[in-house]
């Protein structure tokens, strides 16, 4: 039987090291792991997020950017997009309501996309 526990969530970047500056401004975490290949985040909830060269991935990675997304809840997302309005980031959706709730969405280095909601409350 699978066990249903997400483990991991991996990210296929073309640097690395770069996209490691990236996130680790706008999680301000460290990583916990780190190469010129691979980089790996603890996050809060215990679910790792790796960062790997698609370069050097096994299978061969053929998929690209943007075609999912991760993300991220928040307790504000207008305070949260303000606050990283100051960093250099790509921003794909400004904050707005919609069906589940309100949300915005930003762009890593690569174009993966990560998006930030707070759930509308039943």
């Not at 990583?31 to 991935?57: C, D, H, K």
């Not at 943007?66 to 809840?73: K, Q, R, T, V, W």
């Not at 928040?74 to 997009?81: A, S």
């Amino acid at each position: 039987m699978v066990n249903s526990n997400l483990g991991f969530v991996l990210l296929f970047v073309n640097n690395p090291q770069k996209s490691a500056e990236f996130y680790n401004d706008i999680l301000e975490l460290k990583p916990i792991e780190q190469s010129p290949t691979f980089v790996l985040y603890a996050l809060a909830n215990g679910i790792m997020l790796g960062l790997w060269s698609r370069l050097t991935a096994e299978p061969r990675v053929d998929a690209q950017p943007g075609a999912s997304e991760i993300c991220f809840p928040d307790q504000d997302v207008d305070v949260l997009y303000e606050f990283l309005g100051k960093k250099s980031i790509v921003v794909a959706q400004k904050p707005c309501d919609m069906d589940f709730g309100r949300t915005f969405v930003i762009l890593d280095p690569d174009g993966h996309r990560i998006r930030f909601y707070k759930l509308w409350e039943k």
